[in-house]
């Protein structure tokens, strides 16, 4: 009898063991899986460009458009006027920059940026460089070199402070463009070289006149032509204006240079048409008040109005000719 019950023991416990093995065994195998899956993924450091440590994306992270606005380190102002108006249009594809230097600054204007960082997570502070107009292209370059190290992206939207950008239609846009090689502005050739005042270029000797370059106040580049920059930084010459030096370190590429009269992006805004997609030199009363038309009146212009005549890039003469042919139907 006492051998019977033991034999029904053991009986029973083994099939408790067996039933308990159905359930338990899935799940040891499906945390070895997750185990091995945690041990796959890298690990990478937190954004703190301002204490001095590396940014980085996640390897798997695509930003469509990065836009990088260069920025002087007192203009917080100017800064939260177009994260309330022109930045306050969300895409998930896209991701905003403020670049400025930081060499030299008062301890004061720094920790407001510290402050101002803690708020908005979006200013990237190059210590090497000294914030002036003539370290612009030395800021825009060390710009360059620091989003190839720090982000994946596909296209890089390079503009001033005192732009306004119309992000939707832009992007729209934008797939219509070259995915890849792509140099997009509004462009100027045959340009007399400035011999003298804050633009004169004391290092120019390529040739009488600038290259073919696409105005500073707003140009996208492809992915693959801020490689080629941040990977010859060493070796490119800069010059004094930081579009110009643009227009000479692509020069001898094959790229597609696409001319766009929709990029208000001159020395001085030709005036207001709703086909622009940048429109520069404006102030940050300007932007609220291009914003607020577009929310209220779904158009940038309360009426459109003409400051200068546009042209269309002749690509097929030389620089010297390419832009005589203004057109009073072009906006």
Same mark, same amino acid.
């Given at each position: 009898?006492?051998? *019977?019950?033991?034999? +029904? $023991? +053991?009986?029973?416990?083994?099939?408790?063991?067996?039933?308990?093995?159905?359930?338990?065994?899935?799940?040891?195998?499906?945390?070895?899986?997750?185990?091995?899956?945690?041990?796959?993924?890298?690990?990478?450091?937190?954004?703190?460009?301002?204490?001095?440590?590396?940014?980085?994306?996640?390897?798997?992270?695509?930003?469509?458009?990065?836009?990088?606005?260069?920025?002087?380190?007192?203009?917080? *102002?100017?800064?939260?006027?177009?994260?309330?108006?022109?930045?306050? &249009?969300?895409?998930?594809?896209?991701?905003?920059?403020?670049?400025?230097?930081?060499?030299?600054?008062?301890?004061?204007?720094?920790?407001?940026?510290?402050?101002?960082? =803690?708020?908005?997570?979006?200013?990237?502070?190059?210590?090497?460089?000294?914030?002036?107009?003539?370290? =612009?292209?030395?800021?825009?370059?060390?710009?360059?070199?620091?989003?190839?190290?720090?982000?994946?992206? @596909?296209?890089?939207?390079?503009?001033?402070?005192?732009?306004? &950008?119309?992000?939707?239609?832009?992007?729209?846009?934008?797939?219509?463009?070259?995915?890849?090689?792509?140099?997009?502005?509004?462009?100027?050739?045959?340009?007399?070289?400035?011999?003298?005042?804050?633009?004169?270029?004391?290092?120019?000797?390529?040739?009488?006149?600038?290259?073919?370059?696409?105005?500073?106040?707003?140009?996208?580049?492809?992915?693959?032509?801020?490689?080629?920059?941040?990977? +010859?930084?060493?070796?490119?010459?800069?010059?004094?204006?930081?579009?110009?030096?643009?227009?000479?370190?692509?020069?001898?590429?094959?790229?597609?240079?696409?001319?766009?009269?929709?990029?208000?992006?001159?020395? $001085?805004?030709?005036?207001?048409? @709703?086909?622009?997609?940048?429109?520069?030199?404006?102030?940050? +009363?300007?932007?609220?008040?291009?914003?607020?038309? =577009?929310? @209220?009146?779904?158009?940038?212009?309360?009426?459109?109005?003409?400051?200068?005549?546009?042209?269309?890039?002749?690509?097929?003469?030389?620089?010297? $000719?390419?832009?005589?042919?203004?057109?009073?139907?072009?906006?």
């Amino acid at each position: 009898m006492a051998r *019977a019950w033991r034999q +029904n $023991k +053991n009986h029973v416990v083994r099939n408790i063991f067996c039933f308990g093995c159905l359930f338990v065994l899935p799940l040891l195998v499906l945390a070895a899986v997750l185990y091995s899956k945690s041990k796959n993924v890298e690990s990478l450091p937190v954004h703190s460009e301002l204490s001095g440590q590396k940014s980085y994306d996640s390897p798997h992270r695509l930003s469509h458009l990065i836009i990088l606005i260069m920025s002087d380190p007192t203009k917080s *102002a100017t800064r939260n006027a177009i994260r309330e108006t022109w930045l306050s &249009v969300n895409h998930k594809d896209v991701k905003h920059l403020f670049i400025m230097g930081s060499k030299g600054l008062a301890q004061t204007v720094h920790q407001n940026l510290l402050e101002e960082n =803690l708020s908005h997570h979006d200013l990237v502070i190059l210590e090497s460089i000294n914030e002036s107009y003539t370290s =612009l292209t030395a800021k825009t370059l060390a710009g360059f070199q620091w989003l190839h190290s720090n982000h994946k992206f @596909n296209f890089v939207l390079k503009c001033d402070d005192d732009s306004f &950008v119309r992000i939707s239609p832009l992007i729209g846009e934008l797939h219509q463009q070259p995915q890849s090689q792509l140099y997009w502005g509004f462009f100027k050739g045959g340009s007399s070289v400035f011999q003298k005042g804050k633009w004169k270029e004391n290092d120019w000797f390529l040739c009488d006149t600038y290259l073919p370059y696409a105005l500073g106040g707003g140009y996208i580049l492809s992915s693959d032509l801020v490689e080629f920059v941040a990977k +010859n930084a060493p070796l490119l010459q800069q010059y004094k204006s930081e579009d110009v030096s643009v227009g000479v370190w692509l020069s001898p590429l094959k790229i597609h240079r696409v001319h766009d009269v929709r990029f208000d992006t001159e020395f $001085k805004s030709r005036g207001c048409y @709703n086909d622009y997609l940048i429109t520069h030199k404006q102030s940050a +009363n300007e932007m609220r008040e291009k914003h607020a038309n =577009l929310i @209220n009146a779904g158009k940038m212009c309360q009426s459109e109005l003409r400051a200068r005549y546009s042209y269309d890039y002749n690509w097929t003469v030389l620089p010297s $000719k390419c832009c005589k042919k203004f057109d009073p139907e072009l906006p």
